[in-house]
């Protein structure tokens, strides 16, 4: 065999040799990646903690986990290839949102991204019934109101005389204010707090409690005197056209006002007539009273009847009568009804005779019959 013959033949063996030589030398094609078993997390508003897997090829490969802008309102660990992001409550009305990178540390791998959202908080809606100021008289008391929230609330007191006691199964607070033993008025705060967060809302509250001496309930109690300015009397019933001087002796002109049910009633004993007793209620608004004229007064039916003229005798119907202070505070007005289907005169004391007619009666047999115009009951000073 030629020369030239052995080396052609040798050339497959070099080449295969070659071949061998360079893919024993060369290293194997590896794909690097990160597998996430989800790729989001979503929170609701009130936050908490949420895991997801991070799995890497090959799971020798580090990686780690970055979010830029750092956010204030959620924060990750990562621990044995788990990523567990842990979300701070939502308080406000927007959708919070944000991403996580996940890379490799040797830059191996395409950086894969975890989206992280929160839904929004339910907007705050706050009603309540109490209003910018509260008053109180000095015997205290309890007061309710309403408080209707969507969210948590308290209301709180920053004086121990007055308690705020919340029913949030009922959503009312109830206010309880001791008696004012002193003789200064007193003033406390109350602090209505809803939410939280960017929702917080509170509301502050002024209660004032005034003295024994400026309650108008008690200013009432003493002795009073019925004034007018013309006088009518009768001992039958017939309207006497005459201008008449009352004396102390001919009837009871003066009167007291004495303490029922508190805040509710007063009486008025003596009134017209000796022995009557006659309950009143308590106007709180005006800060006097309303007579109920067509009251049983005595246990022999001595009746106090609103009176009125059609003719020179007396009619009678019973009726209310609102006794309205006067703004110096001294006297009440009476605030006499009007009728249109009779002319009006005043009123009086009735009862009945012997022989059962109706008569009119009064000390000395000579009753209080008022003219139309203003009738005012005034303090009486003792002399």
Wanted: glycine share 6%; with cysteine; aromatic share 12%.
């Amino acid at each position: 065999m030629t020369a030239l013959k052995r080396f052609l033949c040798s050339v497959p063996i070099l080449l295969s040799a070659l071949f061998l030589s360079a893919c024993a030398e060369s290293e194997p094609i590896v794909v690097y990646d990160l597998k996430l078993s989800e790729n989001s997390i979503v929170f609701d508003s009130r936050g908490g903690q949420k895991s997801i897997s991070a799995i890497p090829f090959p799971e020798s490969e580090e990686w780690t986990a970055v979010c830029k802008p750092a956010p204030e309102w959620f924060e990750f660990d990562i621990k044995d290839q788990t990523l567990t992001v842990t979300a701070l409550p939502n308080t406000t009305t927007e959708v919070r949102t944000a991403t996580i990178v996940l890379s490799s540390i040797r830059d191996k791998f395409v950086p894969k991204n975890l989206t992280i959202s929160q839904e929004a908080a339910e907007p705050l809606a706050l009603s309540t019934s109490l209003p910018e100021s509260v008053e109180y008289d000095s015997e205290g008391g309890e007061q309710i109101y309403s408080v209707n929230c969507n969210y948590e609330w308290a209301v709180e007191s920053n004086e121990e005389w007055l308690d705020a006691e919340c029913d949030y199964e009922r959503g009312i607070v109830i206010l309880t204010a001791e008696k004012n033993l002193y003789e200064v008025g007193r003033e406390a705060r109350l602090k209505l707090t809803a939410g939280e967060g960017e929702q917080l809302q509170e509301l502050e509250i002024t209660v004032a409690q005034s003295t024994r001496a400026e309650n108008p309930y008690y200013n009432l109690v003493g002795k009073w005197q019925i004034t007018a300015t013309k006088w009518f009397y009768s001992t039958n019933g017939s309207l006497n056209e005459l201008t008449y001087s009352p004396s102390a002796s001919d009837y009871y002109l003066i009167f007291d006002i004495v303490e029922a049910e508190y805040g509710k009633t007063l009486r008025m004993e003596n009134f017209l007539y000796p022995g009557t007793a006659l309950e009143v209620n308590y106007d709180k608004e005006s800060g006097g009273f309303v007579i109920p004229f067509g009251w049983t007064v005595l246990g022999y039916d001595v009746f106090l009847y609103v009176t009125f003229v059609s003719s020179r005798q007396f009619s009678y119907g019973a009726c209310e009568v609102a006794a309205k202070p006067t703004p110096d505070g001294y006297s009440l007005q009476l605030d006499m009804p009007e009728d249109a289907s009779a002319s009006y005169v005043g009123f009086g004391l009735w009862t009945y005779g012997d022989n059962g007619v109706k008569v009119a009666v009064g000390s000395n047999y000579r009753p209080t019959l008022f003219p139309m115009g203003t009738i005012t009951l005034t303090r009486y000073a003792v002399q």
